[in-house]
């Protein structure tokens, strides 16, 4: 079983940073794609931002720019650095890890976080 945790959520006004991070956990062998979603209330969930094992990676048109993704293949760490963030921005974010081979299992498996809040507001 792979656990995945979130960090990195808030409060924060119009045109400030914030940082997400997720670290996933248990008998990992490796993982595939490394991404953020998000879900503002009555929306359907969109991705943000993913990032592949070979470090390439894909943004929404809405956040190109302003948000970086990066990954710690080795600490199985993916990261979201948030910058000139908007109002529009707000919503949950949600980890999701790819393609992951665990010990035991013969065939790869997607997870997700649980979700951290990001309220963007003066």
């Known amino acids: 079983q792979v656990q995945l945790v979130e960090s990195g959520g808030g409060l924060v006004q119009p045109g400030g940073s914030l940082r997400l991070s997720c670290a996933a956990s248990?008998?990992?062998?490796?993982?595939?794609?490394m991404g953020w979603y998000r879900q503002a209330p009555g929306k359907q969930r969109e991705l943000v931002a993913i990032?592949?094992?070979?470090?390439?990676?894909e943004y929404a048109d809405s956040v190109k720019g302003r948000f970086t993704i990066s990954r710690d293949n080795a600490k199985n760490t993916v990261h979201l650095q948030m910058n000139s963030l908007k109002p529009e921005d707000t919503a949950v974010y949600f980890c999701?890890?790819?393609?992951?081979?665990?010990?035991?299992?013969?065939?790869?498996?997607?997870?997700w976080g649980q979700g951290t809040q990001v309220t963007v507001s003066s």
């Open positions: 999701n890890v790819g393609q992951v081979y665990t010990r035991g299992t013969a065939y790869p498996n997607d997870y």
């Open positions: 248990g008998s990992i062998l490796s993982i595939g794609d």
């Open positions: 990032i592949s094992i070979v470090f390439t990676t």
